[in-house]
């Protein structure tokens, strides 16, 4: 069992930047490739980022390459999502999880905990 709490989350002006946060606790943190995934009112659930164990490789949604980076620091059992050059239709609430398995894997339903979510609104 693994338990997710993110923070960092705020309002922010378009073209601002936020760092999100995901502590862990619980069974060991470095076995999980992590991800963010975000949801806006009225949408499915999509995929932002993922980082491996290692975090040797990194994966982005196209809508978010070049903006946000996701990092992660297994001594502190954190992964962290930096974004910048934020446009309002960033605005959602964000979730980390994570994902027993390697390669790239983006649909929700392959990640088996998940967060509570930290609320990002961005203002034009």
């Known amino acids: 069992q693994v338990q997710l709490v993110e923070s960092g989350g705020g309002l922010v002006q378009a073209g601002g930047s936020l760092r999100l946060s995901c502590a862990a606790s619980?069974?060991?943190?470095?076995?999980?490739?992590m991800g963010w995934f975000r949801q806006a009112p009225g949408k499915e659930r999509e995929f932002v980022a993922r980082i491996n164990r290692s975090a040797g490789s990194t994966y982005y949604a196209d809508s978010v390459t070049g903006r946000f980076t996701i990092s992660r620091d297994n001594a502190k059992n954190t992964v962290y999502l930096q974004m910048n050059s934020l446009k309002p239709e960033d605005t959602a609430v964000y979730y980390c999880a994570a994902d027993y398995s390697g390669g790239v894997r983006i649909g929700r339903n392959e990640y088996v905990y998940w967060g509570q979510g930290t609320q990002v609104t961005v203002s034009s």
């Open positions: 619980g069974r060991s943190f470095s076995n999980y490739a």
